[in-house]
């Protein structure tokens, strides 16, 4: 079953979806190309794996750490299908990342990867953004790379777990403008989505709709203003976004400006860059 968040009338409303239609639980209906979507799920957090795509590992010329380690987008970065994803005035470096979102599905904590499956509610298309732009500033915490407003878009909707299995090797596809610009698949992730789970909920209580972001392949590459940017997961639909420029500068009185050293700029086109210096043995 496919389950989206809506605007409907106004109204926050959760809807199923039938074929190319869109139905709240009394009886309305909207089509799917008149829809307001909204993210189809209220995370408390947005936890979010680093390196996992065998693919993406291999562009950075790496050898991958024995375990994997996380980052965190706040909940104000969330967006939805055909939302506006804001490139800030005076920003240049903002690279799409095309991933699928875990959901929770009920409280967990302290599970193992076995019992974690069943936590699962099940799973949504994600674009992981990052503004690179403010790495030489945040590389510890991505917090303003990975966090800013927009840079978080969900759905279109939330596909239940016994309806996805990512086991089964689904093809990830992201597009600029109609071009593939990564392909991947599940079937080359290092740790799957149980792990993660399993892994995070050792020190952190997930909650009902929390959103785990479970890695992107090799090839994340800047866009600009204009360009519509397509993430395309088998089973689970497609999530568009837009690009657009933020109506304001960003404020130069105060606070670290974005800058475009080699770090950033080798982030952003594929460099290895934020891996120099701590390789970890190879698993």
């Not at 562009?59 to 750490?65: D, H, I, K, P, Y």
């Not at 392949?217 to 203003?225: D, E, G, H, I, L």
């Not at 568009?240 to 770090?263: C, D, F």
Request: glycine share 10%; net charge negative.
């Amino acid at each position: 079953m496919e389950t989206r968040r809506i605007l409907l009338d106004g109204a926050i409303t959760t809807v199923v979806r039938d074929g190319e239609q869109l139905v709240a639980g009394d009886g309305r209906r909207v089509a799917i190309e008149h829809a307001v979507h909204l993210a189809p799920v209220t995370p408390s957090k947005i936890l979010c794996v680093h390196l996992n795509h065998v693919s993406r590992v291999e562009e950075f010329g790496v050898s991958l750490a024995a375990a994997p380690t996380y980052f965190h987008k706040p909940v104000s970065a969330l967006n939805a299908h055909e939302g506006h994803v804001v490139r800030p005035d005076g920003c240049r470096w903002l690279n799409y990342e095309g991933e699928i979102g875990i959901v929770i599905g009920r409280t967990t904590r302290n599970v193992s990867q076995e019992q974690a499956w069943d936590r699962i509610a099940g799973y949504t298309v994600a674009n992981d953004f990052g503004l690179h732009d403010f790495r030489d500033t945040d590389a510890g915490s991505m917090l303003r790379v990975k966090g800013s407003d927009t840079l978080c878009p969900l759905g279109p909707g939330l596909i239940s777990a016994d309806a996805w299995d990512p086991r089964e090797g689904h093809r990830l596809v992201t597009r600029v403008n109609g071009e593939v610009r990564q392909d991947g698949s599940t079937a080359e992730m290092t740790w799957d989505m149980a792990y993660l789970v399993a892994d995070l909920a050792r020190t952190i209580t997930l909650e009902p709709g929390d959103v785990i972001l479970s890695g992107t392949p090799a090839n994340s590459r800047p866009v600009q203003p204009g360009d519509v940017v397509e993430v395309e997961v088998e089973g689970l639909g497609t999530l568009r976004n837009r690009i657009v420029t933020g109506p304001t500068p960003i404020r130069q009185e105060l606070g670290a400006q974005p800058t475009e050293s080699e770090e950033v700029r080798s982030t952003a086109l594929g460099g290895d860059w934020e891996y120099r210096g701590v390789r970890a043995p190879r698993r």
